[in-house]
């Protein structure tokens, strides 16, 4: 069976700090991915998505970015967090590239002081 | 750009009643309609929807697209305490190469005993 991971689970950062989430997605080939945040009073907004390595499309201009490095990683980055950038982040992953059928992670809650 | 509305916000029900969450849409390319539960962390998926009138059901719930009039409900019957979560509302996008999901801001159902 399929499982997807995502590390840390909480994470508290200061304004101007770097920031590495990381998912890997378990007991699948190829997987497409998807890095989505949700705010507070706010539904989940699609960041980033990715059909393979090295291949990743933005959804949202902002100072974040992702990387594929394998095919079951997927890592969200920043060189600089903003307070704006609080909220908690799910990774997602589906067979079929064009399925809106998705499998969550557990997320990372981030707080950024 | 894609909207998806989701009534009522928040909605606190006994067990054993009958609940009734509703989701209206605009989609420019419409594809799919998609209900997730999200209890704390993860959402995960309950049910896709693509054509008018088919009734999706698993259990006690149940699920009908109206394409015309742009919405969706989820049904719950004989609601359980651990019917308590954020049901979300997504719609997914065939127009460009993303088939983007756009989520509705959910609504949080607590049953109580």
């Known amino acids: ?113 | 750009e894609d909207k998806v509305v989701q009534s009522p916000l928040s909605l606190v029900v006994h067990e054993g009643d009958t609940v009734t969450l509703n989701c209206s849409y605009e989609v420019t390319n419409f594809r799919s309609l998609l209900w997730y539960k999200q209890e704390k962390k993860a959402p995960t998926f309950l049910f896709m929807l693509t054509s008018s009138g088919i009734e999706k059901k698993s259990g006690r719930l149940s699920s009908i697209l109206d394409k015309k009039e742009l919405f969706s409900i989820l049904n719950i019957t004989a609601t359980q305490t651990g019917d308590s979560a954020v049901y979300l509302c997504a719609v997914q996008n065939s127009g460009g190469s993303n088939y983007k999901l756009t989520f509705g801001k959910g609504t949080l159902l607590t049953v109580n005993p």
Do not use: M
């Open chain 1, 1 to 113: 069976s399929q499982t997807i991971h995502q590390w840390p689970a909480t994470l508290v950062q200061p304004v101007g700090s770097p920031l590495s989430l990381e998912c890997t997605v378990e007991g699948t080939s190829n997987p497409n991915l998807y890095w989505y945040r949700q705010a507070a009073g706010r539904g989940l907004q699609l960041l980033f998505y990715s059909v393979g390595i090295g291949q990743i499309s933005s959804e949202v201009p902002q100072n974040l970015s992702a990387s594929r490095p394998q095919d079951r990683q997927f890592i969200l980055s920043s060189k600089k967090l903003l307070l704006s950038d609080s909220g908690f982040y799910l990774c997602a992953w589906s067979r079929i590239w064009d399925s809106g059928e998705q499998y969550f992670g557990p997320g990372t809650r981030l707080t950024v002081t």
